[in-house]
């Protein structure tokens, strides 16, 4: 056996080519996200041999840099960031093909300066007119990023090569400006040539869902309404809004993670089996579980939804303060920094199986999780003063951190006496394949350079994921938010999360 088949690591990196020659344009090349994420990333593909060996980078922005200064920014983000070692060597010829144009996002004679730039590349590092544009500004300037980019010929691709656009969250902050966003990509691309992305879709624990569901015989035919009393999800953050008070103040727990992440994480515990793992038939089945989710009434908001936002309080052994003492946070803020949700999916496979979810800031410590936790045995023989019942059977999929699975059942105390404790068999993704797995960004860059959907939203994913999230906009935007803050930094959230769950004779699990 080679070396390579014996990690299944590097064996999913290996299952693709090399992509085409291409240029990967960033808009908002100063910004946050290019340093600290889609640099480091680009920057680790070609120091493991993924990229192909004409490739080029444009920063387009509004500050004005020469090409050396912003490939020397990079170069320092790449060195704080990148999974992999800053390597003279694979650096200079990285370095080699960075360019930067400034404009203005919403000014036609930038991107004709940009078109210049990028025929220039094409002619000199032949890369073939294969572009990729990265949409990493504030989503405000998506819909004339898209007008802008068409006015210039940059999304025709009847010249043979691809132009593909990928559009950082949020798509939208709303049903109705999702809606009217799709509606403008759509005028001058294709929806083949649109990539939505969810960097939970690019997590390897994310993508192992799939793998430990469809390509396992064992737990299939136990994932469902006949076997399994709820699901749990749970994305718990333990940092507050690290400095972006202000970008958080217009989005919440809801429209910041729920929307998209948790969203995508439910899809994926609750899916039918795709046909096959094309792009199409994975999202298809994705956005089934989405459209059998009841949209609620404002009444069913008030009873499924909870809210909560942090007060000071403390984390980790450290004290920190409340979010309305954040910076770019209002005194008074309204804003939601926790929501718990039970959900409903009315399907044959999940009828009557709730789904919990929760996700917020300032809580105990980072984890994300799915637990599904299964009903208990129809026959108790183990009963008896002393012999607890067991506790029920639960798979918790580890997301992160401690990437793993582990399942909970109940064994027998050795001694003479029956007792039942419960025991876990635990599988570590650190242990098991001693291989740090691949930043989302990577994989989702690659991806995309590729041309593989399947890790990206569709639009009609996103736009069912804004209906289910809009209805309890609505429905808050017409109630007050209960009397905030409601929870101190550094606890599980509000005791209406606790009370969401204890109704139906149920806890959250404490991961
Ligand atoms: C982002 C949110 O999408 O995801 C952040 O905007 C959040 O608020 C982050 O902190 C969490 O991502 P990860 O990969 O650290 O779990």
Redesign the pocket.
């Known amino acids: 056996m080679s070396e390579l088949a014996l990690s299944p690591f590097r064996e999913g990196l290996a299952r693709e080519v090399v992509p085409p020659p291409c240029t990967v344009v960033i808009f908002g090349a100063t910004g946050d996200l290019a340093h600290r994420k889609l640099a480091p990333a680009l920057y680790t593909l070609k120091h493991e041999g993924m990229l192909p060996a004409r490739f080029a980078i444009v920063g387009y922005a509004r500050s004005s840099f020469t090409d050396a200064a912003f490939a020397s920014d990079l170069k320092t983000s790449v060195s704080e960031h990148a999974r992999a070692p800053m390597d003279p060597g694979a650096w200079d010829d990285f370095a080699q093909g960075i360019r930067y144009v400034t404009g203005e996002f919403g000014d036609a004679e930038g991107f004709a300066r940009l078109k210049a730039t990028l025929d220039t590349i094409d002619r000199e590092r032949g890369t073939g007119g294969n572009r990729l544009f990265y949409f990493a500004t504030p989503p405000s300037f998506y819909p004339v990023l898209f007008q802008n980019l068409a006015g210039a010929g940059l999304l025709n691709e009847e010249q043979g090569g691809f132009a593909r656009v990928i559009v950082e969250?949020p798509f939208g902050r709303d049903l109705a400006s999702a809606k009217a966003l799709n509606a403008e990509a759509l005028k001058v691309a294709r929806e083949r040539q649109i990539f939505r992305i969810d960097?939970?879709l690019g997590?390897e624990t994310v993508q192992n869902i799939l793998v430990f569901r469809f390509g396992n015989a064992i737990f299939e035919p136990l994932w469902n309404h006949k076997y399994v009393d709820h699901v749990q999800i749970t994305?718990g953050?333990a940092?507050g809004v690290e400095g972006?008070g202000k970008f958080?103040e217009e989005?919440g727990a809801l429209r910041?993670?729920v929307q998209?992440?948790l969203m995508q994480l439910l899809a994926l515990t609750a899916m039918e089996p795709p046909v096959s793992f094309a792009a199409d038939a994975v999202r298809d089945e994705k956005v089934k579980v989405l459209r059998a989710m009841p949209v609620f009434t404002p009444r069913e908001v008030g009873e499924r939804v909870v809210r909560g936002q942090y007060g000071p309080g403390s984390v980790g052994g450290e004290d920190v303060d409340g979010y309305r003492a954040e910076i770019g946070v209002a005194p008074d803020s309204g804003t939601e920094t926790f929501v718990a949700i039970k959900f409903e999916i009315d399907n044959w496979r999940w009828a009557g199986v709730p789904f919990y979810v929760r996700a917020g800031k300032r809580l105990p410590k980072r984890v994300?999780e799915i637990a599904v936790q299964f009903r208990g045995v129809p026959h108790a023989i183990f009963g008896g003063p002393g012999q607890a019942p067991g506790d029920p059977n639960v798979l918790a999929l580890r997301i992160?951190p401690e990437e793993g699975i582990s399942l909970k059942f109940g064994a027998k105390v050795p001694g003479a006496r029956l007792s039942i404790e419960p025991v876990k068999m635990d599988f570590l993704y650190g242990s098991s394949f001693g291989a740090e797995p691949p930043e989302?960004y990577e994989r989702l860059l690659l991806d995309a350079m590729l041309g593989d959907s399947t890790l990206f939203i569709r639009r009609d994913e996103v736009e069912a994921a804004w209906g289910l999230v809009s209805a309890i906009h609505g429905a808050w935007a017409d109630a007050p938010p209960p009397p905030f803050p409601n929870y101190e930094a550094g606890t599980w959230g509000p005791e209406a999360a606790s009370a969401l769950l204890d109704r139906d004779g149920r806890e959250w699990r404490r991961p």
């Open positions: 969250k960097h939970y997590k994305v953050e940092i972006r958080y989005a910041d993670i998209n992440h994300t992160q989302a």
